[in-house]
């Protein structure tokens, strides 16, 4: 097949010091930090949707993104067609994965008989260009918000036809990508959730979302599909309450409908600050829980309140994201997932390329950061020693359950008043993270 990007060579390190737009600076897949390769610490992955069928259309404009590959028909040939550039462009930028929605990849037919046909013809494609360049699918998901039956949402529809309409979507998407090699598989909220509680029975809503869940776990192991269910927190847009809302609330549902042994949690930057947290937040209250799993890495505009999934290049964002990554052990079947789009007004395909670039560089940043602060331990130490009166005398006993209210009066009684507390030293410690940055 002819080239899309003639121009453009394969994206290589060329360090620090290079000024050429087209290369990393930081990331060098095969250098080696604790132990493991950059591209196994970071499992880079590009999105189908952003990347190959955004528009750049919004609210008050049109689309601008000039793809000249693509015809703008909904037809199966052109989105075969997308296939290969969208394999041709991964390759050359050097990410080994990507992640799709159904609905990206292949065009919605005019029933689900020819939908899935649509998508079983695009999968074709999709598998022997995963060959071709040993690209992997991290995870598969399915659009259950873009068309107008998901209006009051899917599995929590008030009408149990949409139920059943996502349960064929879902289980269709599971299979496809079963059938790629998928190494996981999202459920995203999309439209689950509610406008206005006068019409909405949360109860039920949230109870179909469970048993929904459960089917699919039950499909996971009817077909033998081995590969990780995330949830991912997001907590407005597009309704005004999401039900997986946040880190927090996504596992208290899970553990309430016993699924939590089958759900990690895939945690978005934007999605958190949404929310009201940081991401270093979510992800501490994912791993603390022993469910993070991925992450979709992009950011928001500190001045707009929507998600506006800008490609990350903060690199204290990817430092606090890295640590807390590497001390949950690292990612095992997740990655970091750029779901990120160029802005509208970056209208050229080599954007596309800058983008990823500058996400792939300041992520590689921020592993060698971590790393290196890890390595330097005094910000683990200050946290010991924070912790130290738990080690041992009443602390200790706390800890085992060895003593009740009654023996801590007697403790305190006889002690009269708490040892003097210390100092927290929170601008010692952000100068200490300067110190690396
Ligand atoms: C929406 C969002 C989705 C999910 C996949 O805000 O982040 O793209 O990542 O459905
Ligand atoms: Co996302």
Redesign the pocket.
């Known amino acids: 097949m002819k080239s899309t990007f003639p121009n453009i060579k394969t994206i290589a390190y060329e360090g620090p010091n290079s000024k050429n737009p087209l290369a990393f600076k930081h990331y060098q897949a095969d250098e080696i930090v604790e132990g493991k390769t950059m591209r196994e610490h970071l499992r880079f992955a590009v ?1 189908y ?1 952003h990347t190959f069928r955004g528009t750049g259309s919004d609210p008050f404009g049109a689309g601008t993104m000039q793809r000249p590959w693509d015809d703008g028909s909904n037809s199966v040939a052109n989105a075969q067609k997308r296939v290969r550039v969208a394999f041709e462009f991964i390759q050359k930028l050097g990410a080994p994965y990507y992640c799709w ?1 159904d609905r990206d990849v292949a065009p919605e037919g005019k029933n689900l008989k020819e939908t899935n046909r649509n998508f079983d013809a695009v999968a074709k494609v999709l598998k022997a260009e995963q060959q071709r360049t040993g690209t992997k699918l991290l995870w598969g ?1 399915a ?1 259950l918000f873009s068309h107008p039956r998901f209006v009051h949402g899917a599995s929590t529809s008030c009408n149990a036809d949409v139920f059943a309409f996502a349960a064929c979507q879902v289980k269709k998407a599971m299979e496809v990508t079963h059938e790629l090699g998928g190494e996981g598989y ?1 459920f ?1 909220g ?1 439209r689950e959730g509610y406008m206005t509680l006068l019409n909405t029975d949360m109860k039920r809503e949230q109870e179909h979302l469970a048993k929904f869940l459960h089917l699919a776990v039950a499909h996971k192991k009817a077909i033998g599909f081995k590969g990780q269910f995330y949830i ?1 927190p ?1 907590p407005k ?1 597009p309704t005004k309450h999401q039900y997986d809302s946040d880190a927090a609330a996504c596992l208290n549902f899970l553990r309430e409908y016993d699924l939590l042994p089958h759900f990690k949690l ?1 945690i ?1 930057t934007n ?1 958190a600050t949404l929310a009201g947290h940081t991401m270093q937040h979510d992800l501490e209250v994912a791993g603390a829980a022993g469910a993070l799993g991925s992450i ?1 890495a992009n950011t928001g505009d500190e001045l707009l309140g929507w ?1 506006t ?1 800008q490609f990350p290049t903060n690199i204290y964002l990817t430092t606090y994201t890295m640590l807390s990554v590497l001390k949950y052990g690292g990612f095992k079947t997740g990655g970091v997932n750029f ?1 990120a789009k160029v802005r509208r007004e970056s209208f050229e395909p080599v954007d596309l390329f800058y983008a990823h670039i500058g996400g792939m560089d300041a992520f590689a940043r921020g592993l060698k950061i971590a790393a290196a602060i890890r390595k330097d331990g005094r910000l683990a130490e200050f946290v010991k020693q924070r912790y130290s009166s738990w080690e041992s005398g009443i602390g200790a006993k706390i800890e085992a359950g060895k003593v009740g209210f009654k023996e801590l009066e007697t403790y305190m009684l006889k002690k009269g008043e708490v040892t003097p507390n210390v100092s927290g030293r929170q601008e010692f410690l952000e100068n200490l993270i300067n110190e690396f940055i």
């Open positions: 999105v949707w929605h998901t659009n999202t995203w999309g991912e997001k847009e895939n978005e999605h979709d998600d999934d779901d």
